[in-house]
């Protein structure tokens, strides 16, 4: 079975600085790997997905996530921080054969401070 | 186009009443799953249908939950005899055919068991 993990419930950024959340997934195969944001009172929306082709993956509004097999990681960043930026932010993990539903992580909340 | 849509947004009940929550995915998506939000268990599957086949009930909680869609659209999550921790955000999400594709998600449902 697949699992994530995001390390840090709440970041706290300055407005133009680096944003950087972690995921690290576990699974005996390399999954596919996605970000989803959420803002308050709203479902999820995507910002990427990893399927195997290109390990850097750019999203929308500016985010990218590397895939590090090696370190077993789908790191999400954005070089710099807009005010707009802050919601939750949840990793997920798909397995390429079986259940087909998304398992998440326990979620980031991003705060940016001005 | 329409996205994928879920009523009612918010829905108070008692304890021990039964809910239905309703979704409408995206017109001509044949995939649909169910999560639940919540503080204690963050995002979790409840259950996915996938055009004719048997659903994945594999994530429903206990046998209170069920689901159903109907002609292959519209999909009711009943939960029957409700509980205190049956307080949630039901989500829907629908994607466009048997891959493991990006799932777009609802707004979501608040329940709330008073």
């Known amino acids: 079975a697949q699992s994530v993990t995001q390390l840090g419930s709440h970041v706290s950024v300055s407005e133009g600085a680096l944003v950087l959340l972690r995921c690290n997934y576990s699974?005996?195969?390399?999954?596919?790997l996605f970000w989803y944001v959420q803002y308050p009172n709203q479902g999820l929306q995507l910002l990427l997905k990893?399927?195997?082709?290109?390990?850097l993956v750019k999203g929308i509004n500016g985010f990218e996530a590397e895939f590090k097999k090696s370190e077993t990681s789908f790191h999400l960043t954005k070089p710099s921080a807009h005010m707009s930026d802050a919601a939750e932010y949840f990793c997920a993990v798909s397995g390429r054969t079986g259940r087909r539903a998304l398992t998440f992580g326990s979620g980031t909340r991003l705060q940016v401070q001005p | 186009g329409a996205g994928v849509s879920q009523s009612p947004s918010n829905k108070v009940t008692e304890k021990g009443k039964d809910v239905e929550l309703r979704c409408d995915p995206i017109?001509?998506?044949?995939?649909l799953y169910w999560y639940r939000q919540s503080l204690g268990q963050g995002l979790e599957f409840l259950i996915y249908?996938?055009?004719?086949?048997?659903?994945?009930k594999s994530g429903l909680p206990s046998d209170r939950f069920s689901a159903e869609r109907t002609g292959g659209s519209v999909s009711t999550l009943t939960i029957q005899r409700t509980q205190q921790e049956d307080s949630a955000v039901y989500l829907c999400a629908s994607t466009p055919n048997q891959g493991r594709d990006t799932q777009y998600f609802g707004p979501g449902t608040r329940l709330t068991v008073l």
């Open positions: 990893y399927t195997s082709a290109a390990t």
């Open positions: 017109s001509g998506h044949t995939a």
């Open positions: 699974s005996s195969v390399p999954p596919y």
């Open positions: 249908f996938q055009g004719n086949s048997a659903p994945d």
